[in-house]
């Protein structure tokens, strides 16, 4: 009768080599994800209300509306922001969706005239625009921070 082989029993030293050979091979598991949101809104310059042809049909006398400036809190929903406009060298007119005008000063070594073209905000969680916080970046390059904000009010004509 012919003995049988057997197989010699792998050494106990060689299963840990295999393991860390095969595992070698296998795709590294990623313990932390990373994702990252950046959101910028734009407040567009306003556009004009009234086209020019209706102009001509307004009384030919001299329309000056006088507005006068009250007191306003320091922050403002950003949501709320319809359109601005440049008034003088360092003010802004902010036009809301609810019809209000507000005036708001910017830094004393901004000028009003490099948001032209409207202004880029960086959205805060609570959603306002608040005055000795927050910065606008103009689409020129500038950034400014925000000063007071004041409600116009318009007082007889």
Same mark, same amino acid.
């Given at each position: 009768?012919? $003995? ?11 299963? $840990? ?8 091979? /296998?795709? $590294?598991? !990623?313990? !932390?994800?990373?994702? !990252?949101?950046?959101?910028?809104? #734009?407040?567009?310059? #306003? !556009? ?12 030919? @006398? ?40 507000? =005036?708001?000063?910017?830094?004393? =070594?901004?000028?009003? #005239?490099?948001? %032209? =073209?409207?202004? %880029? ?5 609570? @959603? ?6 927050? /910065?606008?970046?103009? #689409? ?15 007082? @007889?004509?």
């Amino acid at each position: 009768m012919m $003995p049988m082989k057997c197989r010699p029993e792998p050494s106990r030293a060689v299963a $840990p080599v295999w393991r860390d050979l095969t595992s070698s091979f /296998q795709a $590294p598991t !990623q313990n !932390q994800v990373r994702i !990252q949101q950046r959101v910028i809104i #734009r407040i567009a310059p #306003r !556009q004009p209300t009234m086209p020019s042809d209706m102009l001509s049909a307004l009384p030919q @006398g001299e329309i000056t509306p006088h507005y006068e400036e009250r007191k306003f809190g320091k922050c403002v929903p950003v949501k709320g922001i319809a359109g601005v406009q440049v008034n003088g060298s360092n003010r802004l007119l902010l036009f809301l969706r609810d019809r209000r005008i507000l =005036s708001a000063t910017l830094d004393k =070594s901004c000028r009003a #005239r490099d948001f %032209y =073209s409207g202004f %880029y905000i960086e959205p805060n969680e609570d @959603g306002l625009l608040c005055s000795g916080r927050d /910065q606008l970046h103009s #689409r020129a390059g500038t950034n400014c921070n925000l000063g007071k904000l004041r409600r116009l009010i318009l007082v @007889g004509r």
